[in-house]
């Protein structure tokens, strides 16, 4: 239940944001899912769900997701995990700005409770044209986490610098990388997402996405390196 409470907590500060002007800007939102149920000699359930939601407006963006993964293998849970974020961009001019991002996830077999983040930065676009685009960020924040087996909190401070590019590779098909890196006092934890997204018919599109994560210490339950790969219809509303 306390965790419950943490998580709807989070989740309200980027609502909050948006529900100040609500339909000034430009909004933009994608909807996956990802559904495989095999039946007979394996009995497995996978299922894989994200939401994005973007407000763009002359001086701010901000940005809100959410995730959840859950697979099982006859009756039993082998993976479940659940990420959301929010992140306000202010932007300075055509190509820098400065963010505020806030995170949870909660990993099920990750050897924690939970873990949480805020952080705030500085980011550029340092490459812009009309089929590619690179930003770069650079920042520091707050990371804390519960460890599952002896109840411990965890708080430590942390660099942070992120990659994300994007690539129209074609009128129907978009290439995506962010790479994230966060250095703490104890830990650092490495994510890079690699995706590919074809348009299918309107505003239906299939999305493969390939996820690694990498944490350097991590409770002795748990591996280091985590990897995910994920394919997904997405709908997209405009």
């Known amino acids: 239940?306390?965790?419950?409470?943490?998580?709807?907590?989070?989740?309200?500060?980027?609502?909050n944001?948006?529900?100040?002007?609500?339909?000034?800007?430009?909004?933009e939102s994608e909807?996956?899912?990802?559904?495989?149920v095999t039946r007979g000699n394996t009995d497995t359930k996978n299922t894989n769900a994200k939401a994005t939601v973007i407000n763009d407006r002359e001086d701010w963006k901000h940005t809100g997701k959410l995730e959840a993964l859950n697979n099982s293998d006859s009756g039993t849970t082998t993976a479940e995990r659940?990420?959301?974020?929010g992140k306000t961009a202010h932007k300075i001019d055509d190509l820098s700005y400065e963010f505020g991002l806030l995170t949870y996830e909660d990993?099920?077999?990750?050897?924690?409770?939970?873990?949480?983040?805020?952080?705030?930065g500085y980011g550029r676009t340092?490459?812009?044209?009309?089929?590619?685009k690179l930003d770069l960020e650079f920042g520091a924040g707050v990371r804390q986490s519960k460890i599952t087996d002896t109840g411990d909190t965890e708080s430590e401070n942390?660099?942070?610098?992120?990659?994300?590019?994007?690539?129209?590779?074609?009128?129907?098909?978009?290439?995506?990388?962010?790479?994230?890196?966060?250095?703490?006092?104890?830990?650092?934890?490495?994510?890079?997402i690699t995706s590919l997204k074809s348009q299918v018919a309107g505003n239906l599109?299939?999305?493969?996405?390939?996820?690694?994560?990498?944490?350097?210490?991590?409770?002795?339950?748990?591996?280091?390196?985590?990897?995910?790969?994920?394919?997904?219809?997405?709908?997209s509303f405009n």
């Open 1 to 15: 239940m306390k965790r419950l409470r943490y998580f709807t907590t989070l989740l309200l500060v980027p609502l």
């Open 107 to 120: 990993d099920r077999f990750s050897g924690y409770d939970y873990r949480s983040s805020v952080s705030i």
């Open 158 to 192: 942390f660099l942070r610098g992120a990659g994300l590019f994007n690539w129209i590779l074609s009128d129907h098909a978009t290439f995506g990388e962010e790479l994230t890196v966060e250095a703490g006092e104890d830990s650092t934890i490495t994510k890079s």
């Open 205 to 235: 599109a299939t999305k493969i996405t390939y996820t690694v994560k990498n944490s350097s210490d991590v409770p002795a339950t748990a591996k280091e390196t985590d990897m995910e790969l994920a394919v997904n219809l997405v709908y």
């Open 126 to 132: 340092v490459i812009k044209t009309n089929e590619r």
């Open 17 to 27: 944001i948006y529900a100040q002007d609500m339909f000034a800007g430009k909004w």
């Open 31 to 36: 909807a996956e899912l990802g559904v495989v």
């Open 82 to 85: 659940y990420f959301a974020s």
